[in-house]
């Protein structure tokens, strides 16, 4: 068994006791010479201080946490070490991170972890090593507890919400570049000409103007019924006498919500007299912006289920039925032990792939129960469902049904119809109905308000029926493939500027309308204008690829490049290399299958194009200029 054991290694990073060291932690946002996507690399030694245990006994207790993991064998501690970081890197969220490498050097090993954000990737390597650690001392360690703060830590960084992680985790699977925008806040899918920006389910294609207008819930529902939809009778009132004298005029029960807003907030169906009314009206109160004026909803509440109705470029997608919020009953153990007990269920545990969110004990839960008779201490009998809401709110620990296939074709048209007269990506249409599977036109049916940045994890991980896959539908609207997002990308690893510029004039007599973007270690260019060079190399490749008019791009990666910062994209359409070094080797590991590959070592030459290679000697005066330029033109 190969040990990264040396009596000499200096301890960098170890505490006193420790057996193992932890050093030399870099972050690559994308291919590295380590590994061929974005990744966090360190190094991996023993300290020299006091023996580790065999490598079983640390298999033996990692195995009671993550059971596959005690049926395969490991070389050494560093490739168990790999294996369990990759295994926690996933967060218990199903996160697709299953890559890595070891690599053997003289005093330690150098491991390479897939990473998609390093301060959580950092926070998991140092979590693992310190499990190590008490396992060697045969102490206890909290590991569930480490867990949730990992995850907590992942949850707030921008790639964290359910929303954005599904739509990321579909790019990185279809092989659709994307990346987050700092700056912006937003999130970038495709390359130049190609890209898409967006936050969340709205993007730069969609209509601002449309987008407001689905926040007035006023004026949408007058707009849905002068197009003949079912919307309930209701009016917008200013003050709680005014909402006093519309529900007593439309009767009650009523529901009343503010005009804006979003995810159920400060909304309360079923509101049977004066004294709910009353309770009703303050949470809408409440939930209004401090910048926007009290305007809020009275209306006629319809008996029936909560449904979300997805359409996604125009087109039905996935129907969901949203249930409260409930706990049944077992004889003994009180409503608040229930809600304890349903939220230690792994599907509560409130991640970005959970299909259910924690039921949170608040004042609008301890008031529902309370008009139900019940405190928080009462015992339920056995097989009793309490609902703690009157809300369906999935983020208030609601549960997600799919309910796509039984969905009345009516229904369908309907959902339809109404997103045909709005330029949005996404469209969420919230309605109540008796049964889904009969037609509005005869049913007990009404539009409640449409949302124009719906989630979409209820469709895609509902907590009961089917997964509708909605992050592809969505992104099929803009790329029919991986490479359909992609501008065509010639990698060099050594260029001059004047050679650049005439690769860029060659390009440019061949399309004079094109925009072609070039950074080198010596400047940035747009065409031939010359503009800012970051410090930050791949700094220059992001905003260049960010350029909306971009139809082209040329970079330069050379060795000390490839080792400090790593590449920015995957894939390359041509490869360019000139007496390149073993790291600079890289730049043709990921290349795609119809890429062509000129590599010239001294006068050599050799040229791979769809699998077929030509090799031939330059001439004494010929340049190697005329090579490349030759092939650029055949992809052009």
Same mark, same amino acid.
């Given at each position: 068994?190969?040990?990264? @054991?040396?009596?000499?290694?200096?301890?960098?990073?170890?505490?006193?006791?420790?057996?193992?060291?932890?050093?030399?932690?870099?972050?690559?946002?994308?291919?590295?010479?380590?590994?061929?996507?974005?990744?966090?690399?360190?190094?991996?030694?023993?300290?020299?201080?006091?023996?580790?245990?065999?490598?079983?006994?640390?298999?033996?207790?990692?195995?009671?946490?993550?059971?596959?993991?005690?049926?395969?064998?490991?070389?050494?501690?560093?490739?168990?070490?790999?294996?369990?970081?990759?295994?926690?890197?996933?967060?218990?969220?199903?996160?697709?991170?299953?890559?890595?490498?070891?690599?053997?050097?003289?005093?330690? /090993?150098?491991?390479?972890?897939?990473?998609?954000?390093?301060?959580?990737?950092?926070?998991?390597? +140092?979590?693992?090593?310190?499990?190590?650690?008490?396992?060697?001392?045969?102490?206890?360690?909290?590991?569930?507890?480490?867990?949730?703060?990992?995850?907590?830590?992942?949850?707030?960084?921008?790639?964290?919400?359910?929303?954005?992680?599904?739509?990321?985790?579909?790019?990185?699977?279809?092989? %659709?570049?994307?990346?987050?925008? &700092?700056?912006?806040?937003?999130?970038? +899918?495709?390359?130049?000409?190609?890209?898409?920006?967006? /936050?969340?389910?709205?993007?730069?294609?969609?209509?601002?103007?449309?987008?407001?207008?689905?926040?007035?819930?006023?004026?949408?529902?007058?707009?849905?019924?002068?197009?003949?939809?079912?919307?309930?009778?209701?009016?917008?009132?200013?003050?709680?006498?005014?909402?006093?004298?519309?529900?007593?005029?439309?009767?009650?029960?009523?529901?009343?919500?503010? /005009?804006?807003?979003?995810?159920?907030?400060?909304?309360?169906?079923?509101?049977?007299?004066?004294?709910?009314?009353?309770?009703?009206?303050?949470?809408?109160?409440?939930?209004?912006?401090?910048?926007?004026?009290?305007?809020?909803?009275? !209306?006629?509440?319809?008996? #029936?289920?909560?449904?979300?109705?997805?359409?996604?470029?125009?087109?039905?997608?996935?129907?969901?039925?949203?249930?409260?919020?409930?706990?049944? #009953?077992?004889?003994?153990?009180?409503?608040?032990?229930?809600?304890?007990?349903?939220?230690?269920?792994?599907?509560? &545990?409130?991640?970005?792939?959970?299909?259910?969110?924690?039921?949170?004990?608040?004042?609008?839960?301890?008031?529902?129960?309370?008009?139900?008779?019940?405190? $928080?201490?009462?015992?339920?009998?056995?097989?009793?469902?309490?609902?703690?809401?009157?809300?369906?709110?999935?983020?208030?620990?609601?549960?997600?049904?799919?309910?796509?296939?039984?969905?009345?074709?009516?229904?369908?048209?309907?959902? @339809?119809?109404?997103?045909?007269?709005?330029?949005?990506?996404?469209?969420?249409?919230?309605? %109540?109905?008796?049964?889904?599977?009969?037609?509005?036109?005869?049913?007990?049916?009404?539009? $409640?308000?449409?949302?124009?940045?719906?989630?979409?994890?209820?469709?895609?991980?509902?907590?009961?029926?089917?997964?509708?896959?909605?992050?592809?539908?969505?992104?099929?609207?803009?790329?029919?493939?991986?490479?359909?997002?992609?501008?065509?990308?010639?990698?060099?690893?050594?260029?001059?500027?004047?050679? $650049?510029?005439?690769?860029?004039?060659?390009?440019?007599?061949?399309?004079?309308?094109?925009?072609?973007?070039?950074?080198?270690?010596?400047?940035?260019?747009?065409?031939?204008?010359?503009?800012?060079?970051?410090?930050?190399?791949?700094?220059?490749?992001?905003?260049?690829?960010?350029?909306?008019?971009?139809? $082209?791009?040329?970079?330069? +990666?050379?060795?000390?490049?490839?080792?400090?910062?790593?590449?920015?994209?995957?894939?390359?359409?041509?490869?360019?290399?000139?007496?390149?070094?073993?790291?600079?080797?890289?730049?043709?590991?990921?290349?795609?299958?119809?890429?062509?590959?000129?590599?010239?070592? !001294?006068?050599?030459?050799?040229?791979?194009? @769809?699998?077929?290679?030509?090799?031939?000697?330059?001439?004494?005066?010929?340049?190697?200029?005329?090579?490349?330029?030759?092939?650029?033109?055949?992809?052009?």
């Amino acid at each position: 068994m190969i040990q990264a @054991q040396s009596s000499d290694v200096i301890r960098i990073n170890a505490r006193k006791t420790d057996v193992f060291d932890i050093f030399n932690l870099k972050y690559y946002i994308g291919p590295n010479p380590y590994l061929d996507r974005s990744a966090l690399i360190f190094d991996f030694a023993l300290t020299g201080f006091g023996e580790p245990l065999k490598i079983e006994e640390y298999v033996f207790d990692i195995s009671k946490m993550y059971s596959h993991l005690g049926k395969q064998t490991y070389n050494s501690y560093a490739d168990l070490f790999a294996r369990v970081v990759s295994e926690v890197g996933k967060l218990d969220m199903g996160l697709h991170l299953n890559h890595w490498s070891v690599k053997p050097e003289h005093d330690f /090993v150098r491991i390479s972890i897939q990473s998609l954000h390093e301060l959580t990737s950092r926070a998991v390597v +140092y979590f693992v090593w310190d499990w190590w650690e008490t396992i060697t001392q045969h102490e206890e360690f909290l590991f569930e507890e480490g867990l949730i703060k990992l995850q907590n830590r992942f949850r707030l960084s921008a790639y964290g919400g359910p929303t954005v992680y599904a739509l990321f985790q579909t790019a990185y699977n279809q092989g %659709i570049p994307a990346f987050y925008l &700092w700056e912006e806040g937003l999130m970038q +899918y495709g390359f130049g000409r190609k890209l898409v920006r967006g /936050v969340a389910t709205t993007f730069d294609s969609d209509s601002h103007i449309d987008s407001e207008f689905s926040t007035r819930k006023d004026d949408c529902k007058e707009f849905l019924h002068k197009l003949g939809f079912p919307i309930p009778e209701g009016e917008i009132v200013f003050s709680e006498q005014e909402a006093v004298e519309v529900a007593r005029d439309i009767g009650y029960p009523v529901a009343v919500k503010p /005009v804006v807003g979003h995810k159920g907030i400060g909304v309360t169906p079923d509101v049977h007299n004066s004294r709910e009314l009353a309770s009703a009206y303050s949470r809408a109160l409440i939930a209004i912006p401090e910048e926007q004026p009290t305007r809020i909803i009275v !209306e006629k509440s319809i008996r #029936g289920k909560d449904f979300r109705l997805l359409c996604v470029n125009g087109r039905f997608i996935a129907a969901t039925e949203r249930c409260p919020a409930s706990v049944t #009953g077992d004889g003994s153990a009180t409503v608040k032990e229930l809600i304890r007990r349903e939220n230690r269920k792994p599907e509560r &545990w409130d991640t970005p792939t959970s299909p259910m969110s924690r039921i949170e004990i608040d004042e609008a839960l301890e008031r529902y129960i309370d008009e139900q008779g019940l405190r $928080l201490d009462s015992i339920i009998e056995s097989d009793r469902t309490v609902y703690l809401r009157k809300v369906a709110n999935l983020s208030a620990g609601g549960t997600s049904i799919d309910a796509t296939k039984i969905i009345h074709h009516d229904n369908i048209i309907l959902a @339809q119809d109404i997103a045909q007269y709005f330029r949005l990506t996404c469209l969420g249409i919230d309605i %109540i109905a008796e049964d889904i599977s009969e037609s509005w036109k005869t049913g007990n049916f009404a539009i $409640l308000e449409i949302n124009s940045a719906p989630g979409i994890l209820m469709h895609l991980n509902p907590a009961m029926g089917e997964s509708v896959d909605v992050p592809a539908q969505i992104l099929s609207t803009f790329f029919q493939s991986g490479r359909d997002s992609r501008i065509p990308i010639i990698t060099f690893n050594q260029i001059s500027i004047n050679e $650049l510029q005439e690769t860029i004039d060659h390009i440019l007599s061949q399309h004079p309308e094109w925009t072609i973007g070039a950074v080198c270690r010596q400047g940035t260019f747009v065409n031939r204008s010359k503009k800012v060079l970051q410090k930050d190399y791949n700094s220059n490749v992001q905003i260049l690829l960010r350029n909306p008019k971009l139809d $082209l791009l040329i970079v330069e +990666y050379s060795e000390d490049i490839l080792e400090e910062d790593g590449m920015f994209y995957q894939g390359s359409n041509i490869v360019v290399l000139d007496n390149p070094s073993e790291t600079e080797m890289m730049l043709i590991r990921d290349i795609f299958d119809d890429s062509i590959e000129v590599i010239k070592k !001294e006068q050599e030459v050799s040229i791979r194009r @769809q699998g077929l290679i030509e090799d031939y000697a330059l001439g004494d005066d010929e340049p190697f200029t005329r090579v490349y330029l030759k092939e650029i033109s055949s992809i052009l």
